[in-house]
Nanobody, 125 residues
Framework: QVQLVESGGGLVQAGGSLRLSCTAS????????MGWFRQAPGKEREFVAV????????YYADSVKGRFTVSRDNAKNTVFLQMNSLKRDDTAVYYC??????????????????WGQGTQVTVSS
């Protein structure tokens, strides 16, 4: 069974940092681009960031550019999202996802085939 499992969420004060992890099991995703999305209460799931298979190609939503960094460790089948300078608007459930492409620079969530269960990030003022 293919699974993506996120971890690292929690409660943090505005201006603080968190590092999310997403580890795959059941198959490897070393040739897939991997993305992060988030969904706040009452809002649609939105794109956050994506990293290509090798880790050298990244693409970010404008709202997180300069604050968040996506990376991966293919030896551990794990993708990371380093979140700095967090704001209250970053509060959401964060999901990782895999797409059947090696590179992707778009924001279309419907193209992603595998999804994790999500991890809650809450930023307090």
């Amino acid at each position: 069974q293919v699974q993506l499992v996120e971890s690292g969420g929690g409660l943090v004060q505005a201006g603080g940092s968190l590092r999310l992890s997403c580890t795959a099991s059941g198959r490897t995703f070393t040739t897939n681009a991997m993305g992060w999305f988030r969904q706040a209460p009452g809002k649609e799931r939105e794109f956050v960031a994506v990293v290509g298979w090798s880790g050298t190609n990244t693409y970010y939503a404008d709202s997180v550019k300069g604050r968040f960094t996506v990376s991966r460790d293919n030896a551990k089948n794990t993708v990371f999202l380093q979140m700095n300078s967090l704001k209250r608007d970053d509060t959401a459930v964060y999901y990782c996802a895999a797409i059947s492409k090696s590179y992707y620079t778009g924001q279309r969530k419907e193209l992603f085939d595998y999804w994790g269960q999500g991890t809650q990030v809450t930023v307090s003022s």
